[in-house]
């Protein structure tokens, strides 16, 4: 007994390690797998930019199908919108904030990159930014640190095609529909931008191609697919006669059952009588209904004092009170423009326009239908000081059009307190003499122009109103000797009672 | 003190007749009037009239259900209000002491003549409180039996009347705000805008011209002195500028026009 047991545990034990039988072969079930086919990564060339930009991608004659994916590799929030086209017809498109982990909620990281609220106003109050698009802008007054827009597009923007892979988040995928064998490949396009510009250090934009193939030789696949497609047909008719069957065993058992026939006798002569009766003493009651108003009427009529009938005062003030409603309606038809005399139609309708009116304004501005125009170029003047930073101009979405916001440095103040701003070998000519246009705000200063050393020659920066921030007053730039050079000390604005 | 008590309740309630004595005197007896017939007469000459109010300090935005106040601040906007000041004949038709008054006063007789009753017979130690508080409703119970027997009058007469009609809340079209020389339009809203709130901001830290509001033709100034600046600053910069002293100022300034009537109220199409 002991021994039959011994013998069963051990064949149990080897069994179940698998240590008996033939292997199975594994059977691979034949399905489209995807790769990569290729991918390249962008770097734009302005740190801040809005676009538009577009890659063209090369389609492959990807039998089995194709996809692409947008990527953005990216250290900080960017807000971009980007369109896939498929023959220059959409396809997808994706509009969001974004960061390395994906979509995101916020604004984009690009305080560098916009011209805050006083450079606004400083622009709006020397006149810039009003190019309409594609257009050169008004000459805008000359600025020290505003710089009019020039009429030509930009020959630096665009995209630098980098070596190697990174890894990013996708923005935007779209799966190309199998291509029909021997048809044209159609071309692909990707197309993205910014309303406000981004800031694009160190970013980079992917495209990743990927294509669908089958797991097994491509002969062995499609004897797959024929043999699945009449598979499918078996189990369609299949499911046509089983259905038909069920049917006809429903219908056995649940044979028609004969019509029954209700006969309903009325006796329409009686029915017509008692209507009749009905109609009689609708009529009566109003007849009677009419004699005792005229009753009443001739009552109220030969009795002038009666308040039953006329309201306190009786018939004479009944009739001044009519007049009164006359004199009223004579008034209300001669000034429709009196409030008084408003219908609740003519208040329903005012109210509606008004309202409109509110909502319209408080509504969230409606944001632009495409790309903003393809930046202007700029002339970029001397910097100012070591770590100036220059800040492009960029097209700017604002009551429903494209406003150009030219480029300006930004001077920090550690530049001017180190004294590492623009230094030249000598002295600069004279100021020049320059007769300001009349102020256009009651909040803006005179700036005087300046003489700006370019390493090679004297450049005259222009003067400008700029906004004159709270308790701060302007100290115009000046050049300092210091030894054998002399020092650019730009102009700022610093706090009244000492202390920039 | 319980007399005194039950004195003043009986004041706080006081009766049909006590209530009759306070309405006349109050000239309020129109309010006994029954089967009122008004009819109102407008008279020409309208005023049209907008009113314009800047806030100085910043507004929080409401929480609704909520018990702490917003820490979320609504952005800078003027109110607007247009309204139409004029008067009317007010034509006024009534019975007095009809009907309902003497089925009221009949009625209010039966429970205070009750009511007194049972407080007159009251025994305990608070006898004193009911019996004046009886002898307070036995009186008005007699005065109010009176009344009951008022004839019925007819009333007609006609008065002048100040009607003030609200007419829209919104700023309207074309209105501006110009700050020194450079004028800001204003939304139906009553929002400059970002860099009109930048300009308005720099001109109270600073202030040249006045601040002039723009609509219809006309200019009117807004009258911000030291004072108003002062709550400018600390509300928006947590700022208390040198010359600003301890007191009170606005927290808002208002400017009015007056329009020819339907300069505002009119809408195109109607």
Redesign the interface.
Known sequence: MRRMFRTALLATVVMACGGSGPKQPQVVEPRLITSVAGQQWYRVRSTCAQGPYEIEIPAVDAKWGQGVDLMLATPRKLALHAVMLLDGVEVASASSVYDASGRVDGKPDNARCIADVKERLALRATGGGTAPPGQPGTPVQPGTLVVPPPDRPAPGVGLDLETGTRTGTALLSFQLPELVVGARIPKIRVRFWSIEPNDLLDVHFGVIQVIRHPNVPEDQYVAFLEWKAQEAERSRLRLIEEQRIADEEWRRKHPPKPQKTVTVYVDAREERAREAEREAARRRREAAEIERAARRHQHCATHPRDTGCWGAGGLEVHLDLQRRIAERDQYCAAHPEDARCWSPDDWSKRRTAWNARTQLALAPPAPPAGPPPAALAEEIPPKLSAHADWRPGYWEWTSGRWVWLAGMWRVPDADIASGETTTAPAAPPPVQVETPPPPPATAVVWVAGFWQWNSTSWVWIPGSYQLRPERMQWRAAEWQPRGRVHVLIPGGWIRIGGGR | MRALFALALAGSMSGCATSWIITQAADGARILDE?V?E????V?G?QEKLAVSMPLGIEYATVPGGTSPSTTPLPFQLTCRTE?R?K?VV?H???RYGSKWKLTSGVMFLVEAALAAVSLAAEGKDKVAYQLGGAFLAADALVTAGLFFIPRK???RHDEAT?V?P????CP?GMSLA????KFPV???G?LG??G???L??????P??ELVLEVAGQQRPFQIGYGEQCVWMREH?REQPNRCTAGVALRSVMTSFDVP??TL???AG?
Not at chain 2, 167 to 170: E, G, K, P
């Open positions: 089967g017939r009819v109102r007469v407008p020409p309208v139409q004029a009317d034509y038709s009534a019975f007819e009333i007609y009607t009609t007419v829209r809340s919104d079209d700050i020194g020389s450079e939304d139906a809203a929002r970002e860099v709130d930048a300009a901001d720099a001109w109270m830290s600073a040249t011209n910069h009537v339907g109220s009119g809408v109607l």
